[in-house]
C-alpha cells in the first residue's frame, strides 16, 4: 500500500508569493495533520482536519489556511510568504482523529523562500 | 504550559547503548511518543507508552515515569544507521494535535 504522498518534493518561491502545498494520506486514513520543520527543531503543529472539517489549529497567523476534500486529500496554502516560512513542511495521517498513536508522516515539502 | 526538554545532541559508539532523556510538561497527559528522523526524511514511530514503566521492542526501549514527567529511549547495540534525530512528542488538546521536542541528533561513531 501506499504511504502519505506530498507534492511538490521541493518548492522555492519568493517573498510575498502564496504556495499550495498537497498531501494524500493512506487509503483508508481520515485525519490529516500538517506541521512546519524548520531545521535543528522539531516539527510544529499547525492544523488537523477530519472529515473535512478542521478539528485542531497551532499558533500560525492567518496567512495559513488549509483544506481537506472529500477523498480525504489535503491542501496547505500559505500567502504573503515571509522568509521565516522556509521549512520542511510535513503532512501525516491517521485512522481517526482520536487515535494516540501511529501517525504515518509523508516525505515533506521543502519549501525556500528567497 | 507545554513544554518538552530534550538534550540537542548525543555522540555515542558502535555497539554500545545509548540512553535519551526527555522529559515534559503537561497539563492533560495522553500518553509520550517517541519518533526517529533521519537527516532529510519524514519521522517514523518508534513507540508509545501511557503508562509507567519500560516497553521492549528490538533494540529499542522506551521507558515512561508519569510522576516525574520523565522518559527516555534505550537503543542498544548501536549500529551506524542509528545515527539520526530522536524527537520526544505527546498528544494534546484531545489528540489533535502532537506537540514535538527539538529532538536529540544521535551520531554514532565507529
Known amino acids: ?114 | 504550559g507545554q513544554n518538552i526538554d530534550q538534550p540537542t545532541e548525543m555522540t555515542a559508539t558502535e555497539g554500545a547503548i545509548v540512553q535519551i532523556n526527555c522529559t515534559y510538561q503537561t497539563s492533560g497527559f495522553n500518553g509520550l511518543f517517541w519518533y526517529q528522523q533521519h537527516a532529510g526524511e519524514a519521522p517514523t514511530f518508534l513507540s508509545y507508552n501511557v503508562l509507567d514503566g519500560l516497553e521492549e521492542k528490538g533494540r529499542f526501549s522506551s521507558f515512561l515515569s508519569r510522576s516525574k514527567g520523565y522518559s527516555y529511549l534505550l537503543l542498544k547495540e548501536l549500529q551506524m544507521k542509528d545515527s539520526a534525530s530522536y524527537l520526544c512528542a505527546f498528544p494534546a488538546g484531545g489528540y489533535q494535535k502532537v506537540t514535538f521536542g527539538t529532538g536529540t541528533k544521535l551520531q554514532v561513531i565507529p
Open chain 1, 1 to 114: 500500500d501506499a504511504g502519505v504522498t506530498q507534492s511538490p518534493t521541493h518548492l522555492i518561491k519568493t517573498r510575498g508569493q502564496q504556495v499550495t502545498l498537497r498531501c494524500s494520506p493512506i487509503s483508508g486514513h481520515k485525519s490529516v495533520s500538517w506541521y512546519q520543520q524548520v531545521l535543528g527543531q522539531g516539527p510544529q503543529f499547525i492544523f488537523q482536519y477530519y472529515e473535512k472539517e478542521e478539528r485542531g489549529r497551532g499558533n500560525f497567523p492567518d496567512r495559513f489556511s488549509a483544506r481537506q476534500f472529500p477523498n480525504y486529500s489535503s491542501e496547505l496554502n500559505v500567502n504573503a510568504l515571509l522568509l521565516g516560512d522556509s521549512a520542511l513542511y510535513l503532512c501525516a495521517s491517521r485512522q481517526r482523529q482520536d487515535s494516540s498513536y501511529e501517525q504515518y508522516f509523508g516525505p515533506g515539502t521543502r519549501l525556500t523562500v528567497t
